[in-house]
């Protein structure tokens, strides 16, 4: 309850149950609803306090703490915060797979390309077969032009380890338009796109589209992500790059 009162604009309601679970009932489970509906407020630094509250006697303890404190920055557009808050506790955490992946997708966020690609060669050192590894990196170098090769190789394990899964076969796909291969990006993406209607691989797909002569397909498929996805920044940036009005078709 306390969660769709939230989530309907009603953080004070919710605030207000709350209040009234009984101590020792999942008191995790609380804090962290408790810092959610502060974060919707834009009480930020009590959101933060709160989840500060989570245990941490154990070095697991203390590394979800901090991947939960990461996760509301990240949901509440604050990149920046998350991505510092990680590296801060990189040191302690280096050895864990999940936090220095984390760690990597956070600094990617708030716009240190290099600092991600350098987490994830560094991940890929010691776990050479995590597939989400190989993939992010993959896609990174592919989305910047650089080294395909190498991206082709990172991917193409990443969906032998993974296959089938979604984001890679969009991976795979965003190669093959960086590389010229307009059909096969077609295919793939179309592939992807089928098996997950996410934002990011919609607005692959319909930007490869775009330069595969289909116009019509790609300005509709497009904006009606951008209905579904209002404010999701990929989509808002492929609009700008193609100069379709996303905003004229919001009034509509």
Same mark, same amino acid.
């Given at each position: 309850?306390?969660?769709?009162?939230?989530?309907?604009?009603?953080?004070?309601?919710?605030?207000?149950?709350?209040?009234?679970?009984?101590?020792?009932?999942?008191?995790?489970?609380?804090?962290?609803? $408790? *810092?959610?509906?502060?974060?919707?407020?834009?009480? @930020?630094?009590?959101?933060?306090?709160?989840?500060?509250? /989570?245990?941490?006697?154990?070095?697991?303890?203390?590394?979800?703490?901090?991947?939960?404190?990461?996760?509301?920055?990240? !949901?509440?557009? $604050?990149?920046? !915060?998350?991505?510092?808050?990680?590296?801060?506790?990189?040191?302690?955490?280096?050895?864990?797979?999940?936090?220095?992946?984390?760690?990597? @997708?956070?600094?990617?966020?708030?716009?240190?390309?290099?600092?991600?690609?350098?987490?994830?060669?560094?991940?890929?050192?010691?776990?050479?077969?995590?597939?989400?590894?190989?993939?992010?990196?993959?896609?990174?170098?592919?989305?910047?032009?650089?080294? /395909?090769?190498?991206?082709? $190789? /990172?991917?193409?394990?990443?969906?032998?380890?993974?296959?089938?899964?979604?984001?890679?076969?969009?991976?795979?796909?965003?190669?093959?338009?960086?590389?010229?291969?307009?059909? $096969?990006?077609?295919?793939?993406?179309?592939?992807?796109?089928?098996?997950?209607?996410?934002?990011?691989?919609?607005?692959?797909?319909?930007?490869?589209?775009?330069? *595969?002569?289909?116009?019509?397909?790609?300005?509709?498929?497009?904006?009606?992500?951008?209905?579904?996805? *209002?404010?999701?920044?990929?989509?808002?940036?492929?609009?700008?790059?193609?100069?379709?009005?996303?905003?004229?078709?919001?009034?509509?």
């Amino acid at each position: 309850m306390a969660s769709a009162a939230s989530k309907l604009g009603d953080p004070a309601t919710a605030l207000a149950w709350l209040q009234q679970v009984a101590p020792g009932v999942d008191d995790d489970a609380v804090r962290e609803a $408790r *810092a959610h509906v502060y974060a919707r407020q834009g009480r @930020m630094d009590e959101a933060q306090r709160v989840l500060r509250e /989570l245990p941490a006697t154990t070095a697991a303890q203390r590394r979800a703490r901090l991947l939960a404190r990461a996760a509301l920055y990240e !949901e509440f557009s $604050r990149s920046h !915060e998350a991505w510092t808050l990680l590296r801060d506790g990189l040191k302690a955490n280096s050895d864990n797979a999940v936090y220095v992946y984390q760690t990597a @997708m956070a600094a990617q966020r708030s716009g240190d390309s290099a600092a991600m690609e350098r987490l994830l060669r560094r991940l890929l050192k010691s776990h050479p077969d995590d597939a989400q590894a190989l993939n992010a990196l993959g896609y990174t170098l592919a989305d910047s032009g650089r080294e /395909l090769p190498e991206a082709r $190789r /990172l991917i193409e394990r990443a969906l032998q380890l993974d296959p089938g899964n979604p984001f890679i076969v969009d991976s795979l796909g965003w190669l093959e338009f960086r590389s010229g291969d307009l059909p $096969r990006a077609v295919q793939l993406l179309e592939q992807a796109w089928a098996a997950r209607p996410d934002p990011e691989i919609g607005a692959h797909l319909g930007e490869v589209l775009w330069h *595969a002569g289909d116009r019509d397909r790609a300005r509709t498929l497009l904006l009606q992500v951008h209905r579904r996805a *209002a404010h999701d920044a990929m989509i808002d940036a492929t609009l700008e790059r193609l100069g379709i009005d996303g905003a004229a078709d919001a009034k509509h």
